[in-house]
């Protein structure tokens, strides 16, 4: 379940638009970060530093990375600068992303599920991305992952966003745990919910096997959405799916399936549902059969 589209946000963010790959010394993580905390300038030098310095952790040996990685957590969390604590967190995630990351980063759940509730939104991700890498590996302790998810979607100062990309691996890693699953239940019930979230909620949630029953009937309600671009995206999640959500829905899908005023391109996405399509496109025109 990589994130490869918030890895690519998170590289950019860290790039902050750098344009260019100077010529940067080899340096060490722990000094990179040692020397930008100390002194922060931010400059195009400084990022292609970090690009240099990050590149050689995928080829460090296990020995090294265990040696800098006390240094890339604490920075990770106490950086005097933003942009330092993006740095470390781009370590972190240049670390879980090796072949050996799950194994260098078991130990370590305590520590980056305590930046899932960080309060930058960019931290969250990159938490996020990183933990995507480790958890439920051998020797990997879930608990903390599933206990920070559930305190970050609860928490209002978390992005939509952020929250969404929160709701999937909670429910699924959080399997048969009744505060995970009244933790999503209780995000989906908010009133403040963009249509963009209702519609990128049912394709982070809907399909996750052994879907809890109050969730999935919450996440019925999208069928009867105001904006077409919600239902559908709900009528994709129904083909997608064989968990709770499939079953629940079947019966409104073959409604809005011989519905007249249903959008007309909703209407042939549930025919298809129905006849057994699962790859549909959930982008509709929101014009199409007004007046």
Request: charged content about 20%; some cysteine; hydrophobic content about 40%.
């Amino acid at each position: 379940m990589k994130r490869i589209a918030t890895d690519l946000l998170v590289v950019f963010a860290l790039l902050f638009c750098s344009s260019g790959w100077l010529a940067a010394q080899q340096i060490s993580a722990d000094t990179f970060l040692g020397r930008v905390s100390a002194r922060p300038v931010g400059d195009e030098v400084e990022r292609d530093q970090y690009l240099k310095t990050g590149s050689a952790l995928a080829n460090s040996t296990p020995a090294e990375i265990a040696r800098v990685l006390p240094s890339v957590l604490e920075h990770t969390r106490k950086g005097n600068e933003i942009h330092v604590r993006v740095y470390a967190a781009g370590f972190l995630l240049s670390i879980a992303q090796r072949p050996d990351g799950a194994d260098l980063l078991s130990s370590k759940s305590e520590d980056i599920s305590s930046l899932i509730v960080d309060a930058d939104p960019t931290i969250q991700r990159t938490a996020i991305a990183t933990m995507d890498y480790v958890i439920g590996r051998p020797g990997t302790n879930n608990q903390p992952y599933v206990s920070a998810l559930a305190a970050g979607i609860q928490k209002v100062q978390t992005p939509q966003s952020v929250a969404v990309e929160m709701a999937g691996p909670l429910l699924s890693f959080g399997s048969g745990d009744a505060k995970a699953a009244k933790s999503v239940f209780d995000f989906l019930q908010r009133d403040d919910l963009t249509a963009s979230t209702r519609k990128e909620i049912l394709h982070s949630v809907a399909t996750v096997p052994n879907l809890p029953g109050e969730v999935a009937q919450s996440l019925s309600k999208s069928l009867d959405d105001p904006d077409p671009k919600v239902r559908a995206a709900a009528v994709v999640a129904f083909a997608m799916s064989d968990s709770t959500f499939h079953d629940l829905v079947k019966a409104r899908v073959e409604r809005m399936a011989k519905d007249p005023q249903e959008h007309p391109q909703v209407r042939e996405l549930a025919k298809e549902a129905l006849a057994g399509q699962t790859s549909l496109n959930p982008n509709i025109d929101v014009t199409l059969g007004k007046p």
